[in-house]
T-cell receptor, first 110, second 117 residues
Framework: QKEVEQNSGPLSVPEGAIASLNCTYS??????FFWYRQYSGKSPELIMS????GDKEDGRFTAQLNKASQYVSLLIRDSQPSDSATYLC??????????FGTGTRLQVFP | EPEVTQTPSHQVTQMGQEVILRCVPI?????FYWYRQILGQKVEFLVS????????KSEIFDDQFSVERPDGSNFTLKIRSTKLEDSAMYFC???????????????FGPGTRLTVT
């Protein structure tokens, strides 16, 4: 069974701090990796995609991928209360479907 | 900005009834998906659809489920005889994946909350 693992949290950080969210996956053939943000009662919203080892930056967000360790992370700089949400890690192994983790709940307090 | 839309936002039905959930994918996208999320659980893949046929489906997508693209814009999920355990949020997603570019970014609609009583 292919799995995507995330710490369910909550991860609590003060406003302005860096939030670090982590994800591991079990299938070595996984090719594409995604971070989605999901507010309570809402749908997943794509934040970042990453396909190659290393870092990818987009505004306050940085995704990091290490395929050898089967590890992907998301850093959120200058965290804001509006960033409080559940962050879903999703993996695509070259077929059509995304496999999601259970998500990490992030709380940013003023 | 183009977005995926879904109707209805909330559907209440009785066990054994048929429901049809509707989606309008992003207009230039070619790949369409249905996912579901039971309350408090992870998002689960149901089915993918490309070139007017199912390209992949999960174990959840049994004979009670079907998908259709009845025209150039709509994409539907039908559940023939609903069960209590079908109660969930159902998300439609679409992608303009060009597999040669390894781009599988999927964009989700707002979802339909299905409640089976």
């Amino acid at each position: 069974q292919k799995e995507v693992e995330q710490n369910s949290g909550p991860l609590s950080v003060p406003e302005g701090a860096i939030a670090s969210l982590n994800c591991t996956y079990s299938d070595r053939v996984s090719q594409s990796f995604f971070w989605y943000r999901q507010y309570s009662g809402k749908s997943p919203e794509l934040i970042m995609s990453i396909y190659s080892n290393g870092d990818k930056e987009d505004g306050r967000f940085t995704a990091q991928l290490n395929k050898a360790s089967q590890y992907v992370s998301l850093l959120i700089r200058d965290s804001q209360p509006s960033d409080s949400a559940t962050y879903l890690c999703a993996v695509n192994e070259g077929t059509d479907k995304l496999i999601f983790g259970t998500g990490t709940r992030l709380q940013v307090f003023p | 900005e183009p977005e995926v839309t879904q109707t209805p936002s909330h559907q209440v039905t009785q066990m054994g009834q048929e429901v049809i959930l509707r989606c309008v994918p992003i207009s230039n996208h070619l790949y369409f998906y249905w996912y579901r999320q039971i309350l408090g659980q992870k998002v689960e893949f149901l089915v993918s659809f490309y070139n007017n046929e199912i390209s992949e489906k999960s174990e959840i997508f049994d004979d009670q489920f079907s998908v259709e693209r009845p025209d150039g814009s709509n994409f539907t999920l039908k559940i023939r005889s609903t069960k209590l355990e079908d109660s969930a949020m159902y998300f439609c997603a679409s992608s303009n994946a060009d597999h040669g570019d390894q781009s599988y970014e999927q964009y989700f609609g707002p979802g339909t909350r299905l409640t089976v009583t």
